[in-house]
């Protein structure tokens, strides 16, 4: 299975990017989607997730501003980055997964929020 991520790149603060996330696994649309992030000296953290059913959840600091959303023909999961701030600078990962049957990672896109 492989996660090609893309989309980041370097934005001011303010700013909009859409991240995607292209998978070859035919088990996309049985699986639970996930954006994370890691920034320099950090671990990495959840930014926000979608359900098989498309139920979603944010982490508080990212709520309001970006979107998760996924696209099962295309196998594809989308972040809708808005309102960008430097704190946003990190390399974001996409992430599929189905809870005790297989776990897959992208290699990552970088974001940088800076003016």
């Known amino acids: 299975v492989q996660l090609q991520a893309s989309g980041g790149g370097l934005v001011q603060p303010g700013g909009s990017l859409r991240l995607s996330c292209a998978a070859s696994?035919?088990?996309?649309?049985?699986?639970?989607l996930g954006w994370y992030r890691q920034a320099p000296g950090k671990q990495r953290e959840l930014v926000a997730q979608?359900?098989?059913?498309?139920?979603?959840v944010y982490a508080d600091s990212v709520k309001g501003r970006l979107t998760i959303s996924r696209d099962n023909g295309k196998r594809t999961a989308y972040l809708q980055m808005n309102s960008l701030k430097s704190e946003d600078t990190a390399v974001y990962y996409c992430r599929l997964f189905r809870y005790g049957e297989f776990d897959y990672w992208g290699q990552g896109t970088e974001v940088t929020v800076s003016s």
């Open positions: 696994a035919s088990t996309f649309s049985i699986s639970d």
């Open positions: 979608i359900t098989i059913g498309g139920a979603t």
